[in-house]
């Protein structure tokens, strides 16, 4: 299909826009009308504010006190999100911080292992774990004070059994801070959200990270028109196929009630659930003492 057809099709869906052909130049890509047609008018007004005043979620102190002082291990990232100028600035708060990563090369990162992991200029540098974000057999029961982790638990074929490492690696009212993908607001809005039974089956079952139980259902209905970093339907769908190696797949689809019960069922009580833009569900929770270790 030559660029012309898709950037038409791709116009014709823009709903309220008049058509437009893609080979007639306006001096911009047409990618950056991308956000006003998936997410509308309002989305793209408050993140433009947000991103213009460089503004911190609502309740930012909330979360900074999780941290401030304290000793952290992020579970993959760094993230922006976290960064000053980003959606929840943490990283200039925290005490330590420490990394795993699944790789020493993943599609986002490069990651050695060793005190490497930098995460902002004002704060030296943490140890970087290259293991598995649910098997962090390295790292001693109780030795953090919080955990962070954005976006990277859609991408665990298990993940009840990554937040019960999380869980171990806690002090007791240790704190976690958690960001999923809403599905609604990404390129997985047709698939059906997860459901909590089929976690507990991953977790009972011992499923592990090559597992592609869920691929065919993506590559049935993965939204490649909201997923323009892929590269095209052909390179996702070879990408998918060798997960086990670039772990780029959504293998869990979540909205903010899946989180919640997720959460909940890994003893994590929640103390915090919201959404924000442009597609994030924000939790917060503690490793309550009222559960045994
Ligand atoms: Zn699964």
Redesign the pocket.
Known sequence: MSRGLIARRRSQGLPGLPYFDGEISLGFDMHALRPLRNYGFNYCLHRAYQVALRRPILGHRRYVNLVAGKRGLEVGGPRAVFRQGGLIPLYDFVGSLDNCNFSAQTIWAEHESGMTFQFSEHKPPGRQYGVEGGDLRDIADGAYDFVLSCHMLEHS?NPLRALQEWRRVLKPDGSLVLLLPNKSMTFDHKRPV?SLA??VE?FEAG?RED?L??LPEILRLHDIQRDPEAGGYEKFSERSKRNAEFRGMH??VFDPALVRAMLERAKFPVELLRTAYPNHIIATARKSSEFPV
């Open positions: 074929a997860t089929h976690l991953d499923t597992d139980t869920h293998q869990h």
